[in-house]
């Protein structure tokens, strides 16, 4: 069995303020590992974990068989209201998003994440959607691809990259993409097509859009007190949490109103800097050198 490490475990528990009655979501399963300890934490509450990848689904219900008040969600976390709308939840007490990629995923050769094998180019989180890396390989437009790699990935030479995909299709496997990368950034510190395999896997699965809707539900969702705690592994989606506290934290009070109380928005930052793993757990887990907790309350 493939194994999945939580990154910043206690410290993702601790920002949640877990109340042992109250109602929490783990948006991001995965291993478990925090679903794990959330429940470890709660007597009467209990937990919705959602995920889009069945086989972490399945390894989490062993992991969590010895528990009794959780419920695990197969579905992508963008739906997180109306899956719980379902189950008559309309308030929660907190929220936990662990936007990195599983170890599932990574170590799995055969679902196209990794550049470091010659494999199909799938990159889909979620099988059961249809648009795979290889069909926007050998579809999208020569601009289409330039901005994905650019926007995406922060990829300087993004055009030279999507030109030699467009003259040498068709781009059957991530063999054939690393010889462009290659070609192309051969200078580069760092595998060639880290950032074009983060471009691609954003687009396949609709990263960015999806963080942004599951935001904006969480705000929604929150009882006064309640927490997002959310963990990124880029700056992109960093990016996008930040800036989400600071817009729903600033000031609502019209500036003429100078004499008036000053009010706010819906949420209170509790980390005005990012959370990094210790040093310990960066040399014992590669994984979490990038990783940054933020954590925000509901007013």
């Known amino acids: 069995?493939?194994?999945?490490?939580?990154?910043?475990?206690?410290?993702?528990?601790?920002?949640?303020?877990?109340?042992?009655?109250?109602?929490?979501?783990?948006?991001?399963?995965?291993?478990?590992?925090?679903?794990?300890?959330?429940?470890?934490?709660?007597?009467?509450?209990?937990?919705?974990?959602?995920?889009?990848?069945?086989?972490?689904?399945?390894?989490?219900?062993?992991?969590?068989?010895?528990?009794?008040?959780?419920?695990?969600?197969?579905?992508?976390?963008?739906?997180?209201?109306?899956?719980?709308?379902?189950?008559?939840?309309?308030?929660?007490?907190?929220?936990?998003?662990?936007?990195?990629?599983?170890?599932?995923?990574?170590?799995?050769?055969?679902?196209?994440?990794?550049?470091?094998?010659?494999?199909?180019?799938?990159?889909?989180?979620?099988?059961?959607?249809?648009?795979?890396?290889?069909?926007?390989?050998?579809?999208?437009?020569?601009?289409?691809l330039t901005d994905i790699f650019y926007q995406y990935g922060e990829e300087k030479n993004s055009y030279r990259i999507a030109n030699m995909i467009i003259k040498n299709r068709p781009i059957d496997s991530t063999k054939d993409l690393v010889r462009i990368t290659d070609i192309v950034n051969k200078d580069q510190k760092g595998h060639s097509a880290k950032r074009v395999f983060q471009a691609l896997r954003i687009e396949v699965n609709d990263e960015l859009d999806v963080l942004k809707s599951l935001l904006n539900q969480s705000v929604e969702l929150l009882n006064p007190g309640g927490r997002i705690v959310a963990l990124t592994f880029h700056s992109l989606e960093d990016r996008i949490v930040k800036h989400f506290f600071k817009e729903q934290s600033a000031s609502i009070t019209p500036k003429e109103l100078f004499f008036v109380k000053e009010e706010f928005g819906p949420l209170k930052v509790v980390t005005n800097k990012p959370i990094y793993p210790s040093e310990e757990e960066m040399n014992h887990n590669g994984r979490s050198k990038s990783a940054k907790l933020r954590a925000a309350e509901r007013r």
Request: proline share 1%; charged share 30%; glycine share 6%.
């Open 1 to 144: 069995m493939m194994k999945h490490e939580t990154v910043l475990l206690n410290e993702s528990i601790q920002y949640l303020n877990i109340k042992p009655d109250g109602i929490y979501v783990d948006a991001t399963l995965g291993g478990a590992g925090h679903s794990e300890l959330i429940l470890k934490n709660l007597t009467t509450g209990f937990l919705y974990a959602f995920d889009q990848d069945e086989y972490a689904i399945k390894v989490a219900k062993e992991r969590l068989k010895n528990f009794n008040n959780f419920e695990i969600i197969h579905s992508n976390f963008s739906q997180l209201k109306v899956e719980l709308n379902k189950r008559n939840i309309l308030h929660i007490d907190g929220i936990l998003m662990d936007l990195g990629m599983s170890s599932f995923q990574i170590d799995d050769v055969d679902r196209g994440f990794t550049y470091l094998k010659d494999t199909a180019l799938d990159m889909r989180m979620d099988q059961r959607r249809k648009k795979t890396a290889k069909e926007v390989l050998n579809t999208y437009s020569l601009k289409e």
